[in-house]
Each structure stands twice: as structure tokens, then as C-alpha cells.
């Protein structure tokens, strides 16, 4: 999913710096207000995580392939504003550094996989949950259908910027100037490989990740509150 | 370092070992397409395409080892040179929200 430099047009890749800087700029205002130190080891493996995650290309039938971006699970434990910065981080070093995904798309990706996929999880994750208890083995589940559901809306997201392209950027003559496939070709090419492949891959590893941390510490969860701070609000009520 | 972090630091490590799996999906990514692979598919390399599509030179291009034997020669330089990107990719982006993190953080 990490979109090449010409293949988005201006119109596109302008646009989506445009969107993406004052979501980098609120997501730092939030990460500065919210963030404890003891979350600290856990947002940088969540960046080290997401970008040793994306490098297990797996191949479908046609020759294509892909992999999961490990988002959904990073925003459930450090929260999805946090999760931003981990993964745009990660995207903007794998551009640099090792020409996965473009320069010019560097906010095009950052928001597929680094906004799309930690919000749609969190909110999927939460809304399955309900009011269940957090040890509770439904909430596997609902990490599991929070972490397809998060990839495969990111690649109708990355499907839809691609296939507008040969509408807006073209030459007089009609020939397109970046991404020839138009809309009916990318959309279904995007979200099927990722649906049936890819998606499938991210709620599996998000199910176990989501399952180790239940069993090991709940209080790890973003918004779930430690057993000291649980006492603490507790004797508060009391005295 | 509590045992929770610990562990998933572990797992983490064990994950770069076992990296050079993902080198056996050989097909690219839709979209994905070099230049090459883009006329072979449409039978012309779109104008905008050629401008922009230039526009980088990665030092480490698709995780191998710069200035390396490529991938098609052999499977260990690859599979060296893929472990070695995940290595210097967790050192920097680890480190890098490591120090931002501990700047920001309360308490």
C-alpha cells in the first residue's frame, strides 16, 4: 500500500499534505498532553513493530503482494493519536531510506495507513467491545474485526486515490499523466487482495497481540486504567 | 524494563530473524509498479509517471544492502541485506519515538 512517487498526481498528493499537516500538528499537541512515561518503550516499539511488520510480503494469486501494516493493534494499546506519529515515522523513514512508498505520497500513505488504520480500529475495537469486561474473550474478536475492517477501508482509501488519477490528470488528448487504471480496475483490485489476503494477516496478528497483553497486563490498553489508579479513584469515592 | 515490554522486545527481535519470509512474495505490490513493469502492462509509460518516478534515489532501494549484489543473484545477500534494513529501521525508528517520547511525556 505504500504508494510510489508517480502514481498520484499533484491534485491528489498536494491535497493530502494539506490534510495531513494539521493532523501531524494535533496529533504532537495530543501526544504532549496525554503521553506517561511508562508508555514511552511501548510507542517506540510500536514504530520499531509497525515497520519490521509491513516487511512480510506475502504473494496472492496474479503475482501481486502485500502486507499487513500492524496499526490496528498499536492503536488500541497506545491509542490512535499516538499512532499516528508511530506510523508516520516509519513511513517517512521506509521513503527515505529504503524507496518503499514516494516522497511526493509520503502524506498520501501517512494518512492510508498511519489515519485510516489506527481510527478505524480504535473505534471498531471499542464499539464491538461495548461494555464488556476488558479480560473478556470477546474482545479478541473484536480486535480481530477491527483489524481487517481497518486495512481494508485504508486500501479502498489507497484504491480511490489511485483510480480518480486518470479523471483529474490527463493531456488534451485524454492519455493519463500518473496512474493509468481508472476507478472500476483499482478500487475492486485494492480492496479484494487486501479483504482476502492481506486484512486477514493484520486481524490475526492483531487477535494475538491484543490476546497477550489481556493475559499479561490490561492496564497497558489506552483509556483502561491501572489496578493503583482503580484503588486510588476507589478511596477517593470514600473519603 | 518491566516483563511485558521485555517479552514483546523479544518477540520483536525474533520477528527480524525470521524477516526474510517476506522475500519469497517476488511479485510487486499493485501500484507498485517500476517503470518498466508499467510499459510492459500498458504499452507506454505515462508522461507525469516518468517526471515524478525519478524524483528519489533511496540509499538502501527496497531493503537491500547499498551498492550490493542484488537479489536476483543471490538469496542470502537478500536475505542479509533485508535483515539488516529491519535492523537499522527498528534501531532508528525506536530510538527516534524513544527520545521524542521521553521529552513529551508526564509523570
Not at chain 1, 502514481?7 to 495531513?20: C, D, E, S, T, V
Not at chain 1, 506519529?85 to 512508498?101: E, K, P, R
Not at chain 1, 469486561?133 to 474485526?145: N, Q
Not at chain 1, 480518480?164 to 490528470?169: A, D, M, N, T
Request: aromatic share 10%.
Amino acid at each position: 500500500m505504500h504508494i510510489p512517487d508517480g502514481y498520484l498526481g499533484p491534485h491528489i498528493y498536494i491535497a493530502f499534505w494539506i490534510i495531513m499537516i494539521p493532523i501531524w500538528y494535533y496529533a504532537g499537541q495530543k501526544l504532549t498532553t496525554e503521553l506517561r512515561s511508562k508508555q514511552v518503550p511501548l510507542l517506540a516499539l510500536s514504530a520499531a513493530f509497525s515497520f519490521v511488520i509491513m516487511m512480510f510480503n506475502i504473494p496472492v494469486p496474479g503475482g501481486s503482494s502485500g502486507h499487513a501494516v500492524g496499526a490496528g493493534i498499536i492503536a488500541i494499546i497506545i491509542g490512535p493519536w499516538a499512532a499516528i506519529i508511530a506510523i508516520s515515522v516509519t513511513l517517512v523513514l521506509q521513503a527515505m531510506i529504503f524507496g518503499d512508498g514516494g516522497i511526493t505520497a509520503i502524506a498520501t500513505n501517512c494518512f492510508n495507513m498511519g489515519v485510516v488504520v489506527p481510527f478505524v480500529a480504535y473505534y471498531a475495537y471499542k464499539f464491538i467491545s461495548g461494555n464488556s469486561a476488558i479480560t473478556s474473550s470477546a474482545r479478541i474478536i473484536a480486535a480481530a474485526i477491527a483489524g481487517w475492517l481497518s486495512l481494508t477501508l485504508a486500501a479502498l482509501c489507497a484504491g480511490f486515490e489511485l483510480g480518480i488519477q486518470p479523471i483529474l490528470e490527463h493531456t488534451a488528448e485524454g492519455v493519463p499523466l500518473y496512474m493509468p487504471y481508472p476507478l472500476s480496475v483499482t478500487v475492486p483490485a485494492m480492496v479484494l487482495e487486501h479483504a482476502l489476503a492481506f486484512s486477514i494477516l493484520e486481524a490475526v496478528i492483531t487477535a494475538i497481540i491484543f490476546a497477550y497483553i489481556q493475559r499479561t497486563d490490561t492496564s497497558v490498553f489506552y483509556g483502561e486504567k491501572s489496578k493503583v489508579e482503580m484503588n486510588k479513584i476507589k478511596w477517593e469515592v470514600i473519603a | 524494563m518491566d516483563k511485558l515490554t521485555r517479552n514483546l522486545a523479544i518477540g520483536l527481535v525474533l520477528l527480524i530473524i525470521i524477516a526474510p519470509i517476506g522475500l519469497i512474495a517476488s511479485g510487486t505490490a499493485y501500484g507498485e509498479w517500476a517503470s518498466d513493469e508499467l510499459n510492459d502492462k500498458i504499452g507506454y509509460v505515462p508522461q507525469g509517471f516518468e517526471e515524478l518516478s525519478d524524483l528519489w534515489h533511496a540509499p538502501m532501494q527496497d531493503y537491500n544492502i547499498p551498492n550490493g549484489p542484488s537479489f536476483e543473484n543471490s538469496k542470502l545477500v537478500a536475505s542479509a541485506g533485508y535483515i539488516l534494513s529491519a535492523v537499522i529501521g527498528v534501531i532508528i525508528v525506536g530510538s527516534l519515538l524513544y527520545f521524542i517520547g521521553n521529552k513529551v511525556a508526564k509523570e
